[in-house]
């Protein structure tokens, strides 16, 4: 997580099924999938984030975060894996 505003970085740990609050925003992570060891890594990571300028709720990639991008103008959030 990144807030824009103080440029402060966090890392968080949010286990499937949890809600995080980050400022105004919920976070819950609803499922989170890694690929197979024999595969290239990658991992994905359901998100329903709520209390920004509009709700949220799709699948997140950790190589290609671009394809489902949350906007707010405070915060920035990418996958960046997920634990089995």
């Known amino acids: 997580m990144i807030n824009k505003i103080s440029a402060a970085t966090r890392t ?3 286990p499937v099924g949890q809600t995080v609050k980050i400022g105004t ?3 819950t ?3 989170c999938v890694v690929r197979p060891p024999d595969m290239p890594g990658d991992a994905a990571a359901f998100l329903s984030i709520t ?7 799709r699948w997140n990639l950790r190589s290609e975060p671009a394809l ?4 707010d103008p ?3 959030l990418r ?3 997920c634990a089995a």
């Open 12 to 14: 968080l740990t949010i």
């Open 25 to 27: 925003l919920s976070v």
């Open 29 to 31: 992570v609803q499922a």
């Open 51 to 57: 209390g920004g300028p509009t709700p949220f709720a």
């Open 68 to 71: 489902a991008m949350f906007q």
């Open 74 to 76: 405070i915060y920035s």
């Open 79 to 81: 996958v960046r894996g």
